[in-house]
């Protein structure tokens, strides 16, 4: 019985979403169809507004490249910002240490 209870609390949810009617007018749509289209799967994605086979793997293709570029700029941001630490570690040890009050009594 609780098996039962959760396929219809799941049906109920599908249909206030909107899932249901959404995927009902997409098969209706690829029933009537006069030439069916090669893939019934991207046609359904097409309809949902999902992308393409090829859009989506221009896009992970697209993802990758970008990821790589984030990944080297973000490799020498954090060397530049070494490199600068470093810098100004190096100026802070050379320079003469005066306080205020040294300044005041010159």
Same mark, same amino acid.
């Given at each position: ?16 979403? @909107? ?28 309809? +949902? @507004?999902?992308?393409? +086979? ?53």
């Amino acid at each position: 019985m609780e098996k039962e209870a959760k396929k219809e609390a799941f049906r109920k949810y599908l249909e206030s979403s @909107g899932v249901l009617d959404a995927l009902t007018k997409v098969l209706v749509a690829l029933y009537e169809q006069n030439d069916k289209p090669s893939s019934a799967i991207e046609f359904v994605q097409q309809k +949902l @507004g999902g992308p393409t +086979l090829a859009e989506y793997e221009k896009m992970q293709a697209e993802f990758s490249d970008l990821q790589s570029r984030y990944n080297d700029l973000l490799a020498a941001h954090q060397e530049k910002s070494r490199e600068y630490e470093e810098l100004k570690n190096t100026h802070v040890q050379a320079s003469p240490r005066t306080t205020v009050k040294d300044e005041a009594t010159e």
